[in-house]
Nanobody, 114 residues
Framework: VQLQASGGGLVRPGGSLRLSCAAS????????IGWYRQAPGKQREFAAG???????NYVDSLEGRFAVSRDNAKNTAYLQMNSLKPEDTAVYYC?????????WGQGTQVTVSS
């Protein structure tokens, strides 16, 4: 089972990015998907998630700007990030639970800077 995160990059404040998390070896539609981020010098923290039933969960500071979605046909989850701020700069990771283990994607760098 592997997760492949992609879509990061350099964006100006106020801009948007869409991160992707492609899964192999398991069906994402039956999993709770979490998006986490780790800013420089800080611990990794939960950002947003979607349960297998489609329930969404966001940290308060991101609700309204970030949106999690999933394309079952592509077995891929997404994190749409809008109105990006410099404090959103971080490495972003996706994660699922698989047979009691956390499976992490490799992380994708998002840098918000003018």
């Amino acid at each position: 089972v592997q997760l492949q995160a992609s879509g990061g990059g350099l964006v100006r404040p106020g801009g948007s990015l869409r991160l992707s998390c492609a899964a192999s070896g398991t069906n994402l539609s039956s999993k709770t998907i979490g998006w986490y981020r780790q800013a420089p010098g800080k611990q990794r923290e939960f950002a947003a998630g979607m349960s297998s039933g489609g329930d969404l969960n966001y940290v308060d500071s991101l609700e309204g700007r970030f949106a999690v979605s999933r394309d079952n046909a592509k077995n891929t989850a997404y994190l749409q990030m809008n109105s990006l701020k410099p404090e959103d700069t971080a490495v972003y990771y996706c994660k699922i639970r698989y047979w009691g283990r956390d499976i992490w994607g490799q992380g994708t760098q998002v840098t918000v800077s003018s």
